[in-house]
């Protein structure tokens, strides 16, 4: 097994335990952690069927970005749309047979990654000329765009100008879920791809990606606004009333 | 008036280029010794001031969601950057909500996660140092909790949920503000934020009676004390005579009268705010609240009816039940608590009421939204009749009515500038330029329409307006409340 092979099979079980076990740590520590508070902003949905169709609307339109501010709405909106193409595209790569409705979007997924990076440009365009947004910007956020433009364009050059060999590459990673390693293409840009998304991977549950699981436990959003119908009290609340 | 300019108010609202540090020097009277002891937190910043507030940053972790989530949760996008009435009229950029957020995130960051732990250059992440704590005090203390910026945010991060905890660690290491944590001690020594005696308020309330009587021929009382009555009401005290708010509580009687419903005032729970909701401490908040748990209990009303005031209502709407609650003594065919303005529509739906809108014709009105209620709260069954139902009963009132800019109304309302615990003389430049975007507002329907008048159901909004709608060239007395312009309508003696 040639030596680079070894280091990126470990790479991705080291990267994925990581991502799963940082999420789930984070995910955990969000659920057990109680609202004492009915702090929903309103107006809000006075059920909970309506509060999962604000979430809804949240996740899928980003409403809330969309009243602030239409060029944010516009990138974001691009750079995840674009992403979530992109990753769904991706599955083709793990699943064998291959998912007819991953086959499907096999064509929209090959043009998302120019909305995706379109969408990054755009974001990252802001910090820069915006003096408000620049003023807010740490070092981080800019690494995370320059990280996540250079996994969008390692994969577009793959696509469009160095070509990897694509059925090893599959191979490499069944080969990972299996337990059978198979050798991964020695190919310069594949590699830069993988080392930076098993570095993404890796910081997710360190950063501030984590606004990825922490919209679905945002008080704010997730709340049902009936606190006169219904008495909401935290554990650590109710201990003051029986002092 | 002041060393400090009044802002200009532009032909179209603009926002402005960032200024570093233009407010570093604006900060609140810090309170004293005794003010702090009364609350439970030590009355001088303590010896190891440091890990006592990183402990407490932890524990308040530990115990709000909301915080938790809000502090892991921000990427910076700048969707909030625009949307603060302070960073607006005041150009500096830690008013920004994010940046706001980050005086607090920043120290987060460094002693709570792996990435500030060990690259704090690259996050942005510093320790907790004197220069941060004077930081947390100055800007903490320019946030007024209307929660503006959480609408916008893709996340719904609520800085007011931020600067609570912020305001809660600064209380919990001896550095507390004097505004709110005298005023929460007045209420436990007293019973109301103005420290207004019993024998005063009975003797205020006389006043009142007789003030009424001489106008309208009527007899409409203002009970206090009075056991056996079917509703408790619970107004700021700013209306037993602040102006325009007395005119509101007139109102408010003038409503009970002809409804023929019977109510009282308690001298125990004499106020309806509850100043505790600013400093972010549960445990003071309980303990405001449940005053007015034992006053129902103590009058053996059926009916608690709050007055109009912001946070107050969104202290009694979204918290009374969990803080004070369950109220299953009371009559449970009604809300518990029921706000004056659901009351007084009903009424005016049912017919109930008459009202001569010709006794408003002096007035061309326009509503502000006060931000607690518009944010933070409900009226009615449906989402949003915190935005219908005031409007309604201005409407049945008087005969003009213009809403201002769609973008500085409802959910998208401008805080009044004097909000979470910043109405004080000492914070006068804040308050101003606070106000901008809300006169600018102003100074838009009052020349397409000509309105003269603002109505408000907030007791800070109305004292804020009344001071600093002069710096803008406005009278002090273009404020009103919406219970002052039912009391001038309403036809007294018409039903029994």
Same mark, same amino acid.
């Given at each position: 097994?040639?030596?680079?092979?070894?280091?990126?099979?470990?790479?991705?079980?080291?990267?994925?335990?990581?991502?799963?076990?940082?999420?789930?740590?984070?995910?955990?520590?969000?659920?057990?952690?109680?609202?004492?508070?009915?702090?929903?902003?309103?107006?809000?949905?006075?059920?909970?069927?309506?509060?999962?169709?604000?979430?809804?609307?949240?996740?899928?339109?980003?409403?809330?970005?969309?009243?602030?501010?239409?060029?944010?709405?516009?990138?974001?909106? &691009?750079?995840?749309?674009?992403?979530?193409?992109?990753?769904?595209?991706?599955?083709?790569?793990?699943?064998?047979?291959?998912?007819?409705?991953?086959?499907?979007?096999?064509?929209?997924?090959?043009?998302?990654?120019?909305?995706?990076?379109?969408?990054?440009?755009?974001?990252?365009?802001?910090?820069?000329?915006?003096?408000?947004?620049?003023?807010?910007?740490?070092?981080?956020?800019?690494?995370?765009?320059?990280?996540?433009?250079?996994?969008?364009?390692?994969?577009?050059?793959?696509?469009?100008?160095? #070509?990897?060999?694509?059925?090893?590459?599959?191979?490499?990673?069944?080969?990972?879920?299996?337990?059978?390693?198979?050798?991964?293409?020695?190919?310069?840009?594949?590699? &830069?791809?993988?080392?930076?998304?098993?570095?993404?991977?890796?910081?997710?549950?360190?950063?501030?990606?984590?606004?990825?699981?922490?919209?679905?436990?945002?008080? /704010?959003?997730?709340?049902?606004?009936?606190?006169?119908?219904?008495?909401?009290?935290?554990?650590?609340?109710?201990?003051?009333?029986? !002092? | 008036?002041?060393?400090?300019?009044?802002?200009?108010?532009?032909?179209?609202?603009?926002?402005?280029?960032?200024?570093?540090?233009?407010?570093?020097?604006?900060?609140?009277?810090?309170?004293?010794?005794?003010?702090?002891?009364?609350?439970?937190?030590?009355?001088?910043?303590?010896?190891?001031?440091?890990?006592?507030?990183?402990?407490?940053?932890?524990?308040?972790?530990? !115990?709000?969601?909301?915080?938790?989530?809000?502090?892991? *949760?921000?990427?910076?996008?700048?969707?909030?950057?625009?949307?603060?009435?302070?960073?607006?009229?005041?150009?500096?950029?830690?008013?920004?909500?994010?940046?706001?957020?980050?005086?607090?995130?920043?120290?987060?960051?460094?002693?709570? /996660?792996?990435?500030?732990?060990?690259?704090? !250059?690259?996050?942005?992440?510093?320790?907790?140092?004197?220069?941060?704590?004077?930081?947390?005090? *100055?800007?903490?203390?320019?946030?007024?909790? @209307?929660?503006?910026?959480?609408?916008?945010?893709?996340?719904?991060?609520?800085?007011?949920?931020?600067?609570?905890?912020? %305001?809660?660690?600064?209380?919990?290491?001896?550095?507390?503000?004097?505004?709110?944590?005298?005023?929460?001690?007045?209420?436990?020594?007293?019973?109301?934020?103005?420290?207004?005696?019993?024998?005063?308020?009975?003797?205020?309330?006389?006043?009142?009676?007789?003030?009424?009587?001489?106008?309208?021929?009527?007899?409409?009382?203002?009970?206090?004390?009075?056991?056996?009555?079917?509703?408790?009401?619970?107004?700021?005290?700013?209306?037993?005579?602040?102006?325009?708010?007395?005119?509101?509580?007139?109102?408010?009687?003038?409503?009970?009268?002809?409804?023929?419903?019977?109510?009282?005032?308690?001298?125990?729970?004499?106020?309806?705010?509850?100043?505790?909701?600013?400093?972010?401490?549960?445990?003071?908040?309980?303990?405001?609240?449940?005053?007015?748990?034992?006053?129902?209990?103590?009058?053996?009303?059926?009916?608690?009816?709050?007055?109009?005031?912001?946070?107050?209502?969104?202290?009694?709407?979204?918290?009374?039940?969990?803080?004070?609650?369950?109220?299953?003594?009371?009559?449970?065919?009604?809300?518990?608590?029921?706000?004056?303005?659901?009351?007084? #529509?009903?009424?005016?739906?049912?017919?109930?009421?008459?009202?001569?809108?010709?006794?408003?014709?002096?007035?061309?009105?326009?509503?502000?939204?006060?931000?607690?209620?518009?944010?933070? *709260? %409900?009226?009615?069954?449906?989402?949003?009749?915190?935005?219908?139902?005031?409007?309604?009963?201005?409407?049945? *009132?008087?005969?003009?009515?213009?809403?201002?800019?769609?973008?500085?109304?409802?959910?998208? /309302?401008?805080?009044?500038?004097?909000?979470?615990?910043?109405?004080?003389?000492?914070?006068?430049?804040?308050?101003?330029?606070?106000?901008?975007?809300?006169?600018?507002?102003?100074?838009?329907?009052?020349?397409?329409?000509?309105?003269?008048?603002?109505?408000?159901? @907030?007791?800070?909004?109305?004292?804020?307006?009344?001071?600093?709608?002069?710096?803008?060239?406005?009278?002090?007395?273009?404020?009103?409340?919406?219970?002052?312009?039912?009391?001038?309508?309403?036809?007294?003696?018409?039903?029994?």
């Amino acid at each position: 097994m040639p030596f680079l092979t070894i280091v990126y099979a470990l790479l991705f079980y080291v990267a994925t335990a990581l991502l799963v076990g940082g999420l789930a740590y984070k995910i955990r520590q969000y659920a057990k952690t109680p609202a004492p508070l009915k702090i929903p902003t309103t107006p809000a949905p006075v059920t909970r069927s309506g509060v999962a169709l604000r979430m809804f609307r949240e996740l899928a339109f980003f409403e809330s970005l969309f009243k602030s501010n239409k060029w944010i709405w516009l990138f974001g909106y &691009l750079f995840h749309f674009g992403m979530f193409l992109v990753l769904a595209r991706h599955l083709r790569y793990f699943t064998d047979p291959v998912w007819t409705w991953v086959d499907l979007i096999q064509p929209f997924g090959m043009y998302a990654a120019f909305a995706m990076a379109a969408g990054l440009a755009g974001l990252w365009a802001r910090r820069f000329l915006v003096d408000r947004v620049r003023y807010i910007s740490a070092l981080s956020d800019h690494l995370m765009l320059a990280l996540l433009m250079a996994i969008a364009l390692t994969g577009m050059a793959m696509d469009y100008l160095t #070509h990897t060999d694509i059925v090893a590459v599959k191979a490499f990673f069944l080969g990972l879920m299996y337990f059978n390693w198979q050798p991964l293409p020695q190919d310069p840009v594949l590699l &830069l791809h993988l080392a930076l998304v098993a570095a993404l991977m890796i910081i997710f549950p360190i950063s501030k990606l984590l606004h990825a699981p922490g919209i679905f436990f945002s008080p /704010t959003r997730n709340q049902v606004d009936n606190p006169r119908e219904q008495r909401h009290l935290a554990p650590w609340a109710a201990k003051l009333e029986n !002092k | 008036m002041a060393d400090f300019e009044t802002p200009e108010i532009k032909e179209y609202p603009v926002i402005p280029h960032l200024q570093e540090g233009v407010m570093a020097h604006s900060k609140p009277f810090v309170a004293k010794e005794e003010f702090q002891e009364q609350l439970g937190f030590p009355g001088e910043l303590v010896d190891n001031w440091e890990q006592v507030a990183l402990d407490k940053m932890q524990e308040l972790t530990g !115990k709000y969601r909301g915080f938790q989530v809000f502090l892991d *949760s921000c990427v910076k996008c700048g969707a909030c950057t625009d949307k603060c009435h302070y960073y607006l009229g005041t150009t500096d950029p830690k008013n920004m909500p994010v940046a706001r957020q980050d005086l607090l995130r920043k120290v987060y960051r460094r002693n709570f /996660t792996f990435a500030g732990k060990y690259f704090p !250059k690259l996050v942005g992440a510093v320790d907790l140092t004197k220069e941060v704590l004077d930081d947390w005090y *100055s800007y903490f203390h320019q946030c007024s909790q @209307c929660r503006r910026c959480s609408v916008y945010c893709p996340y719904g991060i609520d800085t007011a949920e931020i600067s609570m905890a912020a %305001r809660e660690i600064m209380d919990c290491v001896g550095v507390g503000q004097k505004y709110c944590n005298e005023i929460i001690g007045k209420v436990y020594k007293i019973g109301n934020n103005l420290g207004l005696p019993e024998p005063a308020l009975v003797d205020t309330l006389e006043g009142l009676e007789e003030e009424v009587e001489e106008d309208t021929g009527v007899k409409v009382r203002f009970p206090v004390d009075e056991k056996g009555a079917d509703v408790l009401v619970v107004t700021p005290s700013a209306d037993f005579f602040a102006e325009p708010h007395v005119d509101g509580l007139i109102g408010y009687a003038k409503v009970f009268h002809e409804a023929g419903i019977s109510w009282t005032l308690s001298s125990h729970a004499s106020e309806a705010a509850n100043f505790g909701m600013f400093i972010g401490s549960y445990e003071n908040m309980r303990k405001v609240s449940m005053r007015i748990r034992e006053a129902a209990l103590d009058l053996g009303v059926k009916r608690i009816i709050m007055g109009e005031c912001g946070h107050a209502w969104r202290v009694a709407y979204s918290f009374l039940n969990t803080l004070a609650g369950p109220f299953d003594f009371l009559d449970p065919n009604y809300p518990v608590p029921q706000h004056i303005l659901e009351f007084t #529509h009903d009424l005016i739906q049912r017919g109930a009421l008459t009202l001569d809108k010709s006794a408003n014709d002096d007035m061309i009105m326009t509503y502000h939204d006060s931000c607690n209620v518009a944010r933070a *709260s %409900r009226m009615g069954s449906r989402p949003g009749g915190q935005f219908t139902i005031p409007r309604d009963v201005i409407r049945a *009132s008087c005969n003009h009515f213009f809403d201002m800019p769609q973008e500085t109304i409802h959910e998208a /309302t401008y805080c009044c500038g004097g909000g979470g615990g910043l109405l004080t003389d000492d914070l006068m430049e804040l308050r101003v330029k606070g106000a901008l975007p809300r006169m600018e507002a102003l100074k838009q329907v009052v020349e397409e329409h000509g309105v003269t008048h603002m109505a408000a159901i @907030c007791a800070i909004c109305k004292s804020q307006f009344s001071k600093v709608l002069p710096y803008y060239g406005f009278t002090m007395d273009s404020i009103v409340s919406v219970h002052q312009l039912v009391s001038n309508a309403i036809v007294l003696g018409n039903k029994q």
